[in-house]
Nanobody
Framework: QVQLVESGGGLVKTGGSLRLSCAAS????????MNWFRQAPRKVREFVAT????????YYADSVKGRFTISRDNAKNTVYLQMNSLKPEDTAVYYC?????WGQGTQVTVSS
């Protein structure tokens, strides 16, 4: 059974940075793409970023391109999301995704 555990969220001021982590267990993590999504209050969950199994290929939503960086460490079964130049509109619960599995989410709040 796949388990995904996110961490690293918190409260930060506009322009600040946070690094999210997602620790995976119980699945073929190292041969699969991993994704980050987010859901703001009263909004649908939206795609943020994806990374292929090796880390050589990444893709981002236009809203975060140039500010966020997704990476992974297959030796640690962990995927990261480095978030820089944060804006209030980045406030959301951030979720790690692998196949049909989702983590519990980690709250990111950006104050203006």
């Amino acid at each position: 059974q796949v388990q995904l555990v996110e961490s690293g969220g918190g409260l930060v001021k506009t322009g600040g940075s946070l690094r999210l982590s997602c620790a995976a267990s119980g699945g073929t993590f190292t041969t699969s793409a991993m994704n980050w999504f987010r859901q703001a209050p009263r909004k649908v969950r939206e795609f943020v970023a994806t990374i292929n199994w090796s880390g050589a290929s990444t893709y981002y939503a236009d809203s975060v391109k140039g500010r966020f960086t997704i990476s992974r460490d297959n030796a640690k079964n962990t995927v990261y999301l480095q978030m820089n130049s944060l804006k209030p509109e980045d406030t959301a619960v951030y979720y790690c995704n692998f196949g049909n599995s989702w983590g519990q989410g980690t709250q990111v709040t950006v104050s203006s």
